[in-house]
C-alpha cells in the first residue's frame, strides 16, 4: 500500500454521491463514497448486490455520471466533461470487460475481427497487425478465425480482454471477469490479467464476488451501503507468491484487513464483525490505551430502578 501511495493517482474521488431518481422512488447507490486507485495498480472491489460496486463502476467507466461529489480519472475531472469529451474519454481512457460475452463479443464475426472492431479510425493493416498481436497476449492468435459459437466460456472471455485493450487504454475495467467459468479458467484470466498489468502498466480495477479470486490481488475493497468500508492488504509474506496463481487455493487469510476513515474520521465496521459480538443498537464501548483505539461490546445496562 505504501508504494502506492507515493504515485500519482489514476482513480480520486471524494465523497461521491449517486441518487437515481424514478416519479416514485429515489435511491440512493453511492453515500460519499472516498477511494484512491494508484497508476498501474490492480485491485478488486467486492460487495453485495447492491451495496454500490457496480455503480462506481460505471461512474469511473464515464458510462453515468455522479450526482456530487469529486471524480478524477487520469487528470481529468469526470464532472466537467462536455457530451463529446465523455465519448472521447471512454474511447481513449476506459476499456471494459463484462460478465456477460453478448456485450463483449459479435456473433457472426471472427476473433480477430472481433478485436478490430474499436479500432475504427486506424488503417487496415495496424489494425489486423494490432488485433493479432492482442491475440497473441491472451494466447488465442490460433483461433483468429473463429467465431463466437466455435469458442469455449474462457476463451470467449479472453477475446474480451483483448477487445477491452483495442485502443491501448489506462484504465481496465472488469465486471466479474470470471464469474461464468469455471475455477482453473477464472484462474488462468486472473494469471493474464496480471501479466498484462504488469508488462503495459494498464490499472487493471476487477469487480468480484468470487472470494478466492480476490485473495490474489493485492488490494481489495469492499464497498458496502454505497461506501468504502473496508480495505484488504496482502501481508507482506504472501507478496512474493503472487505471481503463482495456484497458491492461496483455501480460505486461509492472506490479507490484512484495514477499516477506512472518511474525512470526519468516521468509520463502517463490517456488519459479519459486529454480528460475532451480537452487537446490537448504535453503541459500542471506545477506549484509548496507549497507541491503540479499542472498540469493545457495551456492558448490558442496569435494569435496577432506585
Not at 31 to 49: D, P
Not at 117 to 131: T, V
Not at 165 to 175: E, G, Q, S, V, Y
Not at 213 to 242: F, P, T, W
Request: proline fraction near 4%; glycine fraction near 6%; charge should be neutral.
Amino acid at each position: 500500500m505504501e508504494a502506492y501511495e507515493s504515485t500519482p493517482p489514476m482513480v480520486e474521488c471524494e465523497n461521491l454521491v449517486k441518487i437515481y431518481k424514478t416519479k416514485d422512488i429515489e435511491v440512493l447507490a453511492l453515500q460519499g463514497l472516498e477511494v484512491r486507485i494508484a497508476k498501474g495498480e490492480l485491485m478488486a472491489i467486492i460487495g453485495n448486490s447492491g451495496s454500490g460496486k457496480s455503480t462506481f463502476l460505471n461512474m469511473i467507466g464515464g458510462l453515468d455520471r455522479p450526482s456530487a461529489g469529486r471524480l478524477i480519472v487520469d487528470g481529468k475531472d469526470l464532472f466537467k466533461l462536455s457530451d463529446r469529451e465523455l465519448v472521447d474519454y471512454k474511447r481513449r481512457t476506459v476499456g471494459f470487460v463484462w460478465q456477460n460475452n453478448a456485450r463483449n463479443l459479435v456473433p457472426y464475426l471472427t476473433a480477430w475481427q472481433n478485436v478490430q472492431m474499436p479500432m475504427l479510425f486506424d488503417k487496415g493493416a495496424q489494425k489486423k497487425r494490432r488485433a493479432l498481436e492482442l491475440l497473441e497476449m491472451v494466447g488465442l492468435a490460433h483461433k483468429k478465425n473463429s467465431r463466437l459459437a466455435q469458442l469455449s466460456g474462457g476463451e470467449q472471455q479472453r477475446i474480451a480482454v483483448a477487445i477491452s485493450l483495442a485502443n491501448r487504454p489506462k484504465l481496465l475495467l472488469a465486471d466479474e471477469p470470471t464469474g461464468s467459468v469455471d475455477a482453473k479458467t477464472g484462474a488462468y484470466i486472473l494469471d493474464m490479467l496480471r501479466a498484462i498489468n504488469r508488462d503495459t502498466g494498464v490499472t487493471i480495477v476487477i469487480v468480484t464476488h468470487d472470494p478466492l479470486l480476490a485473495k490474489k490481488v493485492n488490494r481489495v475493497v469492499a464497498i458496502r451501503d454505497g461506501k468504502i468500508s473496508s480495505e484488504r492488504i496482502m501481508k507482506q509474506s504472501y507478496l512474493d507468491r503472487l505471481h503463482d496463481i495456484n497458491a492461496f487455493t483455501d480460505t486461509k487469510e492472506v490479507q490484512d484487513e484495514y477499516v477506512v476513515l472518511d474525512r470526519a474520521g468516521r468509520l463502517q465496521i463490517p456488519r459479519d464483525m459486529l454480528d460475532k459480538l451480537h452487537i446490537e443498537g448504535n453503541r459500542m464501548k471506545m477506549e484509548l490505551r496507549e497507541d491503540k483505539i479499542i472498540l469493545e461490546k457495551p456492558e448490558p445496562e442496569s435494569e435496577d430502578k432506585e
